[in-house]
């Protein structure tokens, strides 16, 4: 089974400039998350959709900051511009969330972002 | 609010000997708790979780953790590190809802020979 697929890996770019990061979940996973993880420190949760609505995004910058999961299945995150505080890893993870317990969340590889 | 303290961001083991790797918790519920590991240029791996079974929880690779409530710990053991092992370590809570993750800061592991 494949796993949590994100694209790029790697991206350089100049301040003030946008950028995209894209994340394709575990077939099947209802659920699906972006992480931020700035240098030296754990993730963090940027935005959560179950299905293809945004149940938790109140740690997503929105002056800056926007995603979208169309038809509920794949996802991409967006930043325009670019600040140079945006340097980090950003983890997409999903799972497949059912009522009551909580369900193990899948990590992507990430996507390493440095702004110049 | 759920939150996690890793004790030690930086822990070095010779090959053969016990790794300990500090986490504490805090929660306003019953929490449930995970250990992350993190290799060079990859995503988040899965070590172990603890959902409100038994107290000591085995893991992937020969590692363990044992949930104590009392002192609202979750270390993580291994009794015979690895050169393999050498790699960043994430304690993780859930948050309140169930409904993400809230990580420590991780601590890395050297493992020398």
């Known amino acids: 089974e494949a796993g949590v697929v994100q694209s790029p890996r790697y991206k350089i770019i100049e301040k003030k400039q946008p950028v995209a990061f894209w994340c394709n979940p575990i077939?099947?996973?209802?659920?699906l998350y972006w992480y931020r993880q700035n240098l030296g420190q754990g993730p963090e949760l940027l935005i959560r959709y179950e299905n293809e609505e945004a149940v938790d995004d109140s740690q997503l910058p929105k002056d800056r900051f926007s995603a979208e999961r169309l038809k509920g299945v794949d996802s991409t995150l967006k930043i325009q511009p670019a600040e140079l505080g945006d340097s980090a890893v950003y983890l997409c993870?999903?799972?497949?969330?059912?009522?009551?317990?909580?369900?193990?969340?899948?990590f992507g590889p990430g996507t390493r972002l440095t702004v110049l | 609010a759920q939150s996690v303290t890793q004790l030690g961001s930086h822990v070095s083991v010779s090959e053969g000997a016990l790794v300990l790797l500090r986490c504490n918790y805090s929660s306003s519920v019953p929490p449930y708790l995970f250990w992350y590991v993190q290799y060079p240029n990859q995503g988040l791996q899965l070590l172990l979780k603890y959902t409100s079974a038994a107290t000591l929880v085995k893991g992937i690779n020969g590692f363990e953790a044992e949930f104590k409530k009392s002192e609202t710990s979750f270390h993580l053991t291994k009794p015979s590190a690895h050169m393999s092992d050498a790699a960043e370590y994430f304690c993780a809570v859930t948050n309140q809802a169930g409904t993400a993750l809230i990580f420590g800061k991780g601590t890395t592991l050297s493992v020398s020979s």
């Open positions: 077939s099947g996973h209802n659920t």
């Open positions: 993870a999903s799972s497949f969330r059912t009522s009551g317990a909580y369900n193990e969340q899948f």
